[in-house]
């Protein structure tokens, strides 16, 4: 009998620690070469690693929830081969770089974020061994946390008990675990909510997102009869109070993951690049008309089309235009580096936060394969499933506020690039319209705001000026494309 240790490997892009987030095997489950057995998160997405070896499960060497370095053995394999035991040899994750062979845990350097230096008050940890997986402590239940909050009005009226729901089938009812995605799970561990007190509604026994939030507004409103029955029943009166979320008065949410690393790089890159923001109001009702007639196009039939799509079309000929908005300073070769391609980030805000994931070579695409590439951008980015390679080498991002309803913003520009543009929300508005014979009008017109960030070292006012309205003259007139080729 040989045991095999897996250690955890090198996600890509520098990272140099990870969240347990899901364990998909247990000890005694047999696995095959390449099962995906854990699923882990870092600061740039949810992967999924693969064992190297088959065997059987011998031991769970780290807890869900716990955060880890690069090189922490995290599983025990045996493979029912005699032999001295053998230390894991890490995996390809597709899409990936290999872990390093130093430096990744132990004596050696420690890697640092691509870009934003080693880290603050960063120190070595010892690996950890033999760690059997402990259960987690359960969050309070529903009746404790009434308890807690609910006052006494009186010592001689206690307020009455309240029942916690039963627990799911597939909750700890059976024992075995709930069914939940991660950033459901996320969800219920932010509110301190036990997934096996919440009745799932989902396909297959799944707990949804609504399942929780519902699972908390009735154990609010139980918490508020309760207050109120006590209250009637005492000889003071105590008008009851709806509270303003469910569970404590305060919560604290560990700072990890995209979280993390977003506030890293936007601090880092405010206080490294002078931002100049400038904003273009503009009348947009020719791209919805184009919006319109490309949905009811055969070959579109298939793929989302929105303004954005033609947003991202009329960015890319404005950079070919104005290629100098596509650059960045190298600070430390004391350069500029050009970049005769474009990478264009579509910022992203998902369960675990905001991300910027970037379609390589969106220069080189049609109108449709655009569309084909956004859409599945945000379907991953959605899924929780970005590569931390999909979030790297971009080269000009845009970040679409319009669908929360805003009008603009002065975005910060995204590390390693030069600009950023805002794309606000489209709004029916009177306009003044010019016709043929130059007589102006008002008319009732789609409008819109758009802005651009940039970097003033490498871009001046005359060239940010120049690219905005290049946009705002393609977003005007779609056909001007024609006329730009």
């Not at 088959?54 to 599983?75: F, H, S, W």
């Not at 934003?116 to 402590?137: I, L, S």
């Not at 006590?230 to 003071?236: E, P, Q, V």
């Amino acid at each position: 009998m040989a045991i095999k240790t897996f250690n955890l490997p090198d996600p890509g892009e520098g990272l140099v620690e990870a969240e347990i987030v899901e364990w998909k095997v247990s000890p005694g489950d047999t696995v095959k070469v390449n099962d995906m057995v854990l699923e882990i998160e870092t600061a740039k997405s949810l992967v999924e690693l693969p064992i190297p070896w088959a065997g059987t499960v011998k031991e769970l060497l780290v807890e869900v929830g716990q955060t880890i370095d690069v090189g922490t053995p995290i599983i025990s394999i045996d493979d029912g081969k005699g032999g001295d035991d053998a230390p894991a040899a890490a995996p390809s994750i597709p899409g990936e770089k290999a872990a390093p062979a130093e430096g990744a845990a132990g004596g050696g350097s420690e890697a640092i974020l691509v870009g934003y230096g080693a880290k603050a008050g960063a120190t070595a940890r010892r690996a950890r061994k033999g760690m059997a997986a402990a259960p987690v402590a359960a969050a309070p239940t529903e009746t404790e946390q009434v308890a807690a909050a609910a006052p006494v009005a009186e010592a001689a009226a206690p307020a009455p008990r309240v029942e916690s729901p039963a627990p799911s089938v597939t909750g700890g009812a059976t024992g075995g675990r709930p069914k939940a995605k991660p950033p459901v799970r996320k969800l219920a561990k932010d509110l301190g909510i036990d997934l096996a007190s919440v009745t799932p509604t989902g396909a297959d026994g799944i707990i949804t997102r609504d399942d929780v939030t519902n699972h908390v507004s009735g154990a609010a409103v139980n918490g508020v009869a309760a207050q109120a029955d006590s209250a009637s029943a005492a000889t003071t009166p105590v008008t009851p109070r709806m509270p303003f979320g469910a569970g404590e008065r305060e919560e604290r949410t560990p700072i990890k993951g995209v979280r993390k690393m977003t506030a890293q790089a936007m601090v880092g890159s405010a206080f490294t690049a002078p931002h100049v923001t400038e904003w273009i109001t503009l009348d947009v009702t020719k791209t919805m008309e184009l919006v319109e007639r490309l949905k009811g196009n055969r070959e579109f039939k298939d793929v989302k089309v929105t303004p954005l799509l033609v947003l991202a079309k009329a960015l890319v000929l404005a950079v070919k235009r104005n290629p100098g908005m596509n650059a960045t300073w190298d600070e430390a070769a004391q350069e500029i580096v050009q970049k005769n391609y474009v990478n264009l980030g579509i910022a992203a805000a998902t369960p675990r936060g905001l991300i910027v994931p970037n379609i390589k070579d969106a220069h080189a695409m049609t109108m449709l394969e655009l569309a084909q590439a956004i859409g599945r951008l945000t379907a991953t980015a959605r899924e929780g499933r970005t590569q931390p390679a999909e979030m790297s080498g971009g080269t000009m991002t845009i970040t679409n506020v319009g669908v929360f309803g805003v009008d603009s913003g002065t975005p910060i520009i995204n590390p390693g690039e030069s600009a950023i543009v805002c794309f606000g929300a489209i709004r029916k508005q009177p306009w003044v319209v010019t016709d043929a014979e130059g007589n102006d009008e008002i008319a009732i017109r789609h409008v819109t705001q758009l802005a651009v960030s940039f970097d003033h070292r490498l871009i001046d006012g005359e060239l940010g000026s120049r690219f905005l309205s290049d946009l705002a003259a393609i977003l005007a007139d779609p056909a001007q494309a024609l006329v730009w080729g």
